[in-house]
């Protein structure tokens, strides 16, 4: 899917490349052409992942794009970089030493305080709420880990 000199190749090259670009096609066609073919198939991807997963044991928790406030690994992350910049020296050998420590530090109820929050955050936008009304109804309604129905239906 890269040229020789590593840039991506785009839509039009990869049908090309598979003789199914249409002279004339418009990007929204070639996205679902390419959307059709076995290996670009996200519903296949997904099944695959979570078969994979089941197999293991695991759960996938498939979250939008660009929504850090979605995926509580942010939190996670936040946690861990709060911990190794509060009590670690920045030397490379002691970075090395106290990342995995910081990593591993997270307490249970932290991470499930963090995913809960999400779940917060990810409930108004399912239902069609702007980011601003998003924002005031998470911050609003944190009793119980839901916000009232009528409040949203109120806000739509």
Same mark, same amino acid.
Request: hydrophobic residues 35%.
């Given at each position: 899917? %890269?040229?020789?000199?590593?840039? %991506?190749?785009? +839509?039009?090259?990869? +049908? !090309?490349?598979r003789g199914l670009w249409v002279i004339g096609m418009k990007r929204e066609e070639a996205l679902?052409?390419?959307?059709? !073919? !076995?290996?670009?198939?996200?519903?296949?991807?997904?099944?695959? +992942?979570? !078969?994979?997963?089941?197999? +293991?044991?695991?759960?996938?928790?498939?979250?939008?794009?660009?929504?850090p406030e979605f995926n509580f690994i942010e939190m996670y992350w936040g946690y861990a970089k709060r911990k190794v910049r509060n009590e670690c020296d920045y030397q490379w050998e002691s970075l090395l030493e106290y990342v995995p420590v910081?990593?591993?530090?997270?307490?249970?109820?932290?991470?499930?305080?963090?995913?809960t929050k999400c779940c917060r955050y990810i409930e108004p936008h399912r239902v069609g709420l702007n980011p601003e009304q998003a924002e005031f109804a998470t911050k609003k309604y944190k009793s119980h880990g839901s916000i009232p129905a009528e409040y949203l239906q109120e806000l739509k």
């Amino acid at each position: 899917m %890269q040229t020789e000199d590593g840039k %991506q190749n785009g +839509l039009k090259t990869i +049908l !090309e490349e598979r003789g199914l670009w249409v002279i004339g096609m418009k990007r929204e066609e070639a996205l679902e052409v390419l959307l059709s !073919e !076995e290996d670009f198939n996200p519903e296949k991807l997904t099944s695959i +992942l979570d !078969e994979t997963a089941k197999s +293991l044991g695991a759960w996938i928790d498939f979250v939008p794009k660009f929504h850090p406030e979605f995926n509580f690994i942010e939190m996670y992350w936040g946690y861990a970089k709060r911990k190794v910049r509060n009590e670690c020296d920045y030397q490379w050998e002691s970075l090395l030493e106290y990342v995995p420590v910081a990593l591993d530090s997270a307490p249970i109820l932290f991470m499930r305080r963090a995913y809960t929050k999400c779940c917060r955050y990810i409930e108004p936008h399912r239902v069609g709420l702007n980011p601003e009304q998003a924002e005031f109804a998470t911050k609003k309604y944190k009793s119980h880990g839901s916000i009232p129905a009528e409040y949203l239906q109120e806000l739509k």
